[in-house]
């Protein structure tokens, strides 16, 4: 019983641990942050591709970000909780964002699945898995 407490106590220990933003690839940094711009140029009524098109000096690379930005808003359960720019941690989304990001670059779409396991529907995961592929093939 005692290792079966040691696991419990591990695992509520992680729970209460956000995963650090300087952890992630280049590529899931890029995401995370623009997804946290997206936020704000929503909040402010704003359209967020200029200035990601210029963060990224790519234009294609600003609508991919949005597009996946926009899909998440639609096939997500909740609203989506991002942290400040300046934020090291990741909230529980973009924890689950990382991890998908994660699987998808590298082609692992079991892995992709699993990120989500339980929390989004399993039919919504290929539109997901398309804006993920096709943010990272931009990025990368």
């Known amino acids: 019983m005692p290792a079966a407490l040691d696991h419990a106590a591990a695992t509520i220990a992680a729970l209460g641990r956000s995963p650090d933003l300087r952890a992630l690839s280049l590529v899931g940094v890029k995401v995370i942050t623009a997804l946290r711009l997206c936020a704000l140029a929503e909040?402010?009524?704003?359209?967020?591709?200029?200035?990601?098109?210029?963060?990224?000096?790519?234009?294609?690379?600003?609508?991919?970000?949005v597009d996946l930005a926009q899909t998440m808003a639609r096939v997500w359960p909740e609203p989506i909780m991002v942290n400040r720019p300046c934020c090291l941690?990741?909230?529980?989304?973009?924890?689950?964002?990382a991890n998908m990001l994660r699987a998808a670059a590298r082609a692992d779409r079991a892995g992709f699945g699993d990120a989500m396991a339980g929390f989004i529907r399993a039919d919504r995961h290929?539109?997901?898995?398309?804006?993920c592929v096709h943010v990272i093939a931009?990025?990368?």
């Open 43 to 65: 909040r402010d009524g704003l359209d967020p591709a200029p200035d990601l098109a210029r963060r990224f000096h790519n234009l294609e690379a600003a609508f991919a970000v």
């Open 138 to 140: 931009l990025l990368a």
């Open 126 to 131: 290929e539109a997901l898995w398309n804006a």
């Open 89 to 97: 941690c990741l909230s529980p989304d973009e924890a689950t964002l």
